[in-house]
């Protein structure tokens, strides 16, 4: 850099003489010009543009000029290196297609390559399947209610109007714990289903109770492709003044339309459970066919067997007699359960064939049902 | 119970045209679970006719024994002429009547008959059996009609062979529905028919000569009707007609006495006992049995008696289990030919417990349970004794002694709203469809807005008023209620351990293990097998009384031996590379244990009491498990893969601890089953410091692996989350930091210490000793050789420091790395590398 000059003679300034700009911008254009990559082009705009090239060196003497030199000296200056940064940015478009059409296709790998190097996981579908309605009651108001799977017997049968010789007490096949001197008489079970939890449930809560109960539940039956001894159930129950088979109807109708679609409600069969009064087994009219296969060997539905309905639970008005045992008075309340059973469920729902798939923990089987069912 | 249409139409008049499959679902509408519908000789065809066997030519020469047979059919043939057939049976003579099914007919299988060449002759049709003929298995021989059967008739109307049978599983509620009777008033009620009572019949009133009979204990038996046929032919044979009925109402023909009974019983739903009056030695008594009485029922087992069975007796002892079997020394035979039939009714509660205490069901037991109308009993012997009389030869006749015991019952009388089926419904019933339909079902009802209805003797099961307004709203049909939802309070979500449940779920998948759901059942070969010390406090279990399999009668008290299992099963399958999860609960024993108390239910139990159910129960806590095996990240076209190890476990453990929001340290521990060198206790510490083994995880030991059949190296992980959450204070709310955007300033430091010195005490003291400054710390080297001394080991950590508010400088920065190294140098005898 000059030092300020004190003569003011704008010939003295040798860097801004117009052959000397007119040579740096020749030069610049020709290093733009010459450079065959992108790496060359940024070379040459370090070198022709950078803080120590000769036009920013000029540049930076025009300010040493006295006022009346400034103007053309600045205007020279300026449209050499407005010329060398146009040529620049029109070189960099060039190099960066020529690039784009060479480099990157050199570049190309198969993106068919199999690339699997971190395991997936999965939850168990029957898991899900249970979140799933668990979400779909939350969203209706109900809270989820749970409770022990090693159960006192009152709560399992004789709170539930099970009573002790009552030929339904025989009617689920039990698991009867042992009792600490070796008896059968521990008063103790693996609980049959999950309505002990109602009956917790109710003990502890006042009305409006609204809860769904899921939970594992165990009946001694052999395993094999439609039978095993623990399995999966959810049970709903809502006690409140006023309630009707109609608020039981419409809260199953609702349920089974969110499960499987518009359209598609629940028939209600009499039947018999202790617990309820009255009693009804629930049916789902066939998703799959909509009853289309009734009659019709020509389309036989598998999902029902061309029944048009699914059988998939029980239900019923709570029976007085359980909620005066949890200390409620039918006089002033009534309620509704439902229970549905899961494997069930997942059978109709997703096609499981045999019930031993959903035991015997093949991660084959649970890998495809992911996250979310 | 097994309902014969054509046998219901006897006391119902079904629409001619009505199929079995219609009657099944209206019946199924009214709630009885009709299971299937029989279609009896559905692929049976014609011609099946009456044949007289005219001559019979014996074959020699053939393996077995062959007959050529002349049989007369009449004109059934067409000609007239004999009908010649080739027969393999032996048990008819000539002049019997048989059934012959001629050319073109089919019997069930289908087995279409033709014209054929067989045993050198030609055979033009088949004489049939009663299995062959689809009539059930008991019978090879073939069927001897009785001798006035029309030469030439059809043989599938006089034999019934084309019928539907409705099979139904009558509920417990139901006890009405076990006989022919209470499904024919269903039916009636379903076409709005009326009823043919096989019960109305004329019965002659109880008088002093007849059988004595003496009921010790009333309220074990409220009715004893005695009656008694005499003269009864032994060789007389059940009509066709009879044996068709009882087998096909489930029952096996046996003889004419055993079948009339079994018939009532199918028609009535009343069971009756017949007992040999030969054998009878006095009076018939109905009492309890003593201390040690023993008894040998029809099946000949001689059964140890408890003092609560309700026994039949004679002078002699027991003579029957009433209500459930009857004893041998009693039992008609093959000379019979006086009897006494008992029609009794007994208490309902003392039968299943009898019937219960012996493993003994039987078709009686089972309809006593349910509850039998005590009003049939007179009904039922006055028919049994009509039907032998009637068909048991010339000689027979009833009695003219007639006894009857009876105690008083109570009449249920239940006061109902007329509005009240409508409020359980949501149906608006008018107060005379109540009326009238409880009517139908046998119930007087009398008064306007509050009724009170005494139900018939057939239905013990309607006591309250839910169950009159069951019946009304069945009948009206379950598919008018309407399709209404409650007004439901706005609720307050999952609670925080069910979001808790599900993140582990989730953030364990998401980290690429699979969740298997194992059965809970375990015997101790299962501890044997995971190297469990004799005292170990897992061997103590819950135990079932009846397990599935006696290998396994306990419930688990860790999750480990179902995951090891299905762990094996799929390597067994050829799955590879495995990270299997399981949640869920193990089932661990109270010290001692109360028997749960029988609680009232007629009440709200007091908390008291609810609190002995909840001592009576064990321990029932969450746990989540891992196991591994294979790799960890598969190998492949970019190289070789990560084969798991005992730091997944690890790493697995913390995966749940983050997503439950709780810091876990890790300790060199030893416990059965992991290798004893690569187990880490899983620790928790509390806001006030105390600490909280919550489980384990590491590799297991070679030896449990080599037990198991597993390969080398298996890694597993339990943490019990009940222990691990048990800090958290309902919700776990993450809090926001300060996120500084002043640059970062690293420095790395190289550690010597001892080889036995724990990582983490390095780590720790590092993180103390830097200070506020520090933002991270990594271990990123661990090294063991030449340039570290023998014994030692040399760590290597990235520690990264950053100020909130301010640019830090090299010398901030070193100072805050000489205070870490300075405080783990003192800790654990840290040596700076290089320095």
Request: with cysteine; hydrophobic share 40%; proline share 6%.
């Amino acid at each position: 850099m000059s030092a300020p000059n004190k003569s003011y003679d704008p010939v003295e300034v040798e860097a801004l003489k117009p052959e000397e700009v007119e040579r740096a911008r020749d030069a610049a254009l020709a290093a733009v010009a010459a450079a065959s990559d992108l790496a060359e082009l940024q070379e040459a705009k370090v070198a022709h543009t950078g803080d120590r090239s000769p036009l920013a060196l000029a540049n930076r003497e025009i300010g040493a000029l006295p006022p009346q030199a400034k103007a053309e000296a600045g205007k020279r200056v300026g449209q050499a290196r407005g010329a060398v940064k146009k040529a620049l940015e029109q070189r960099q478009v060039e190099l960066e297609a020529e690039r784009d059409a060479r480099v990157l296709v050199e570049e190309a790998v198969d993106v068919t390559l199999p690339w699997d190097r971190a395991p997936r996981g999965a939850r168990h579908p029957l898991t899900t399947l249970s979140e799933r309605i668990e979400d779909l009651f939350v969203a209706m108001g109900y809270e989820v209610a749970e409770g022990p799977q090693v159960e006192a017997e009152w709560y399992n049968f004789d709170a539930l109007n099970i009573l002790p010789d009552h030929p339904a007490r025989t009617m689920q096949d039990t698991f009867f714990v042992r009792a600490e001197d070796g008896s059968a008489d521990s008063g103790v079970v693996l609980r049959t289903h999950t309505s002990p939890v109602q009956i917790r449930t109710m003990l502890t809560r006042t009305p409006p109770i609204y809860v769904i109960c899921p939970g594992r539940v165990y009946r001694t039956d052999e395993l094999d492709a439609t039978h095993t001894p623990v399995f999966g159930q959810i049970e709903g129950l809502a006690v409140d003044k006023g309630l009707t088979m109609g608020d039981l109807k419409g809260t199953l109708d609702h349920f089974v339309q969110a499960m499987f679609g518009e359209g598609i409600v629940t028939r209600l069969r009499p039947s018999y459970f202790p617990f309820t009064e009255p009693s009804a087994e629930l049916d789902l009219k066939c998703f799959v066919c909509r009853g289309a296969s009734v009659g019709d060997p020509e389309r036989p539905c598998r999902t029902c067997r061309s029944e048009g309905w699914i059988e998939w639970g029980g239900c019923g008005m709570v029976n007085p007699r359980v909620l005066i045992a949890c200390g409620i008075d039918p006089e002033v309340y009534s309620g509704f359960a439902f229970g549905v059973g899961l494997e069930r469920a997942l059978m109709f729902r997703h096609n499981v064939e045999d019930m031993r798939d959903m035991v015997e923990g093949d991660v084959r089987f649970t890998l495809p049902f992911g996250m979310e069912i | 119970m097994r309902v014969p249409l054509s046998w219901l139409r006897e006391y119902v008049d079904l629409p001619a045209g009505e199929s079995g499959r219609d009657v099944a679902d209206k019946l199924v509408a009214l709630g009885l679970e009709v299971e299937t519908v029989e279609q009896l000789g559905a692929d049976l065809k014609g011609p099946l006719v009456v044949g007289r066997v005219l001559e019979i030519e014996e074959l020699e020469g053939f393996k077995k024994p062959i007959r050529f047979c002349k049989v007369d059919v009449g004109d059934a043939n067409g000609t007239g002429e004999p009908q010649e057939i080739v027969c393999g049976a032996r048990n008819f003579e000539v002049d019997d009547k048989v059934v012959v099914i001629l050319p073109g007919g089919v019997l069930p299988g289908p087995f279409e008959i033709a014209e054929r060449k067989t045993y050198g002759r030609v055979s033009r049709g088949m004489i049939c059996s009663a299995r062959e003929l689809g009539m059930g298995d008991d019978h090879d021989g073939i069927i001897v009609l009785p001798i006035e059967a029309q030469i030439g008739a059809d043989a599938i109307e006089l034999l019934g062979l084309i019928d539907e049978v409705l099979d139904i599983a009558v509920t417990p509620d139901r006890g009405y529905c076990l006989s022919m009777r209470g499904v024919a008033r269903e039916a009636a009620i379903a076409y709005g028919q009326p009823l043919r009572d096989p019960a109305l019949l004329d019965v002659p009133d109880a008088n002093s000569y007849g059988y004595p009979v003496l009921v010790e204990d009333a309220a074990g038996c409220d009715r004893f009707v005695a009656r008694t046929v005499v003269g009864i032919d032994p060789e007389a044979p059940s009509p066709l007609w009879l044996q068709r009925r009882v087998q096909m109402g489930g029952m096996r023909p046996i003889s004419l006495v055993v079948d009339v009974t079994n018939y009532v019983m199918l028609e009535l739903g009343q069971p009756l006992h017949a007992y040999d009056r030969a054998r009878l030695q006095g009076a018939i008594v109905v009492r309890r049995a003593h201390e040690g009485e023993t008894l040998t029922t029809l099946d000949d087992a001689e059964r140890k008696l408890d003092r609560e069975d309700l026994l039949i007796c004679d002078d002699r002892g027991a003579i029957g289990l009433a209500g459930v079997m009857g004893g041998a020394s009693t039992e008609i035979g093959v000379g019979t030919t006086d009897i006494v039939i008992e029609a009794a009714h007994f208490d309902s509660v003392s039968i299943a417990r009898t019937a219960r205490r012996h493993k003994l069901g039987s078709e009686a037991s089972r309809r006593f349970e349910r509850g039998v109308d005590p009003e049939a009993a007179r009904a039922a012997a006055q028919r049994a004794v009509d039907l032998l009389a009637a068909l048991g030869g010339e000689r027979a006749q009833a009695e003219a002694g007639v006894t009857e015991v009876d105690a008083p019952r109570e009449v249920v009388r239940i006061v109902l709203a007329a509005d009240h089926a409508a409020r359980v419904a949501g149906v608006a019933y008018p107060r005379e469809t109540v009326a009238q339909r409880l009517q139908e079902v046998g119930c007087s009802v009398e008064g306007i807005d509050e009724l009170t209805v005494v139900p018939p003797t057939w239905r013990p099961d309607l006591t309250d008023p839910n169950d009159l307004a069951e019946e009304v709203i069945r009948l009206e049909g379950y598919e008018q209620v309407p399709s209404t939802l409650p007004q439901v309070p706005a609720g307050r979500g999952l609670t925080a351990d069910q979001r808790r449940r599900r993140r582990i779920g989730r953030a364990l998948a998401g980290a690429g293990y699979v969740e298997v759901l194992d059965y809970p059942f375990v015997g101790q070969s299962a501890f044997d097998d995971l190297g469990l010390a004799p005292d170990d406090a897992r061997r103590r279990t819950v135990v079932l009384v009846n397990p599935i399999s006696e290998e396994e009668p306990a419930l688990r008290t860790t999750l480990l031996p179902g995951l090891l299992g299905t762990l094996r099963r799929n390597l067994g399958r050829g799955n590879g590379d495995l990270a299997l999860f399981e949640s869920g609960v193990v089932f661990l024993p109270n010290a001692s244990t109360p028997r749960a108390p029988q609680l009232a239910v007629d009440r709200r139990p007091t908390d008291e009491e609810l609190a002995g159910l909840t001592a009576a129960l064990p321990d029932q806590p969450q746990r989540v498990a891992v196991v591994l095996a294979g790799e960890r990240e598969h190998s492949g076209w970019w190289g070789k893969g990560r084969p798991q190890v005992w730091a997944d476990a690890i790493e697995a453990a913390r995966v749940v601890a983050d997503a439950v929001g709780v810091e876990l340290t890790v300790r060199q521990d030893q416990y059965e089953p992991w290798h004893p060198g690569r187990c880490a206790a899983l620790v928790a510490i509390a806001a006030d410091g105390t600490e909280r083994v919550v489980g384990h995880a590491g590799e297991l030991h070679p030896r449990v692996l080599k037990a198991l059949h597993l390969p080398e190296r298996v890694a597993a992980m339990e943490l019990d989350l009940d222990l691990l959450t048990a800090d958290l204070d309902g919700e776990h709310l993450p809090q926001a930091g300060h996120i500084s955007s002043y640059p970062v300033a690293t420095q790395d430091v190289a550690l010597v210490v001892d080889a036995s010195v724990p990582a983490a005490t390095v780590e720790a003291a590092l993180v103390e000793g830097a200070g506020v400054l520090l933002e991270s710390v990594r271990l990123f080297d661990v090294y063991t050789g030449e340039q570290v001394a023998e014994g030692g080991k040399s760590l290597a950590y990235a520690l990264r420091f950053r100020a909130p508010d301010r640019t830090l400088t090299v010398e901030e920065a070193t100072a805050a790395r000489d205070a870490a190294v300075a405080l783990a140098t003192e800790r654990t005898g840290a040596v700076l590398r290089g320095a």
